[in-house]
């Protein structure tokens, strides 16, 4: 009997250590969801991954689709989508205010928005590390951008400096968010402003077939 008691003291201890250890895990949730990539968060840091790719601490993407992202971590497989987009468990969200986007006839993604309460046309560039405006666009809107901190941007003509700056207020929609970051290009290139990711991160993004979906978190 003693023998039977202290065994099941250790198997206690065990499981209780596992346990604990297996909870000392990054908080991993989905963010966007595209067919073959998704945008994750761990531990507040956001990355996007491919099919087959992993990222940091070994979390890897088996497979991604617009509805949900099947990923591999600490030795387990999960199926996470926005709705259900935390690893190693579940959290349900509010509806909360969205924005569906049809493509134009070339598959783009364009929207009009606000900037400072200015109207200004977008479009949805996942690939832009932070809204991208033109110079002339900058003046148009009377953004401060000689204030700005001076950039290195790569763009399709080569490498420019640009102005990093803060937008006060970004709308799109009944999408509204405060102190984004943006980067001002000299001249009047692009010719439509990039809404990039220093907005698009803190929304979840789907598809629904062809349906862009910008969604407040």
């Known amino acids: 009997m003693k023998a039977l008691i202290c065994w099941n003291r250790g198997m206690i201890w065990f499981l209780f250590l596992l346990l604990l250890s ?4 990054a908080d ?3 963010q966007g969801l595209f067919n073959g990539k998704a945008l994750f968060s761990m531990d507040g840091e ?3 991954l491919r099919d087959g790719e992993s990222g940091p601490q070994g979390l890897r993407l088996l497979r ?3 509805q949900s ?3 591999e971590y600490q030795g387990q497989r999960q199926e996470l989508t926005l709705e259900r987009g935390r690893f190693g ?3 349900q969200t509010r509806a909360q205010p969205e924005l569906r986007i049809q493509p134009d006839h070339q598959g783009g993604y364009f929207v009009r928005g606000q900037i400072n309460g200015q109207s200004v046309s977008f479009v949805v560039d996942t690939g832009a590390t932070m809204i991208t405006l033109s110079e002339d666009e900058a003046g148009r809107l009377r953004l401060p951008v000689s204030v700005g901190a001076e950039v290195p941007v790569e763009t399709a003509s080569g490498r420019v400096v640009g102005r990093r700056i803060m937008l006060d207020e970004v709308q799109i929609g009944g999408l509204r968010e405060q102190r984004v970051e943006a980067v001002v290009l000299p001249g009047d290139r692009p010719s439509v402003s990039l809404l990039g990711m220093s907005l698009l991160s803190r929304l979840n993004i789907r598809n629904e077939g062809p349906v862009l979906i910008l969604q407040a978190r």
Request: aromatic share 10%; hydrophobic share 55%; charged share 10%.
């Open 69 to 71: 992202a099947l990923v």
């Open 89 to 91: 468990g579940v959290y």
């Open 22 to 25: 297996g909870s000392a895990g």
């Open 28 to 30: 991993v949730r989905v």
């Open 64 to 66: 991604a689709t617009s």
């Open 46 to 48: 956001r990355f996007l």
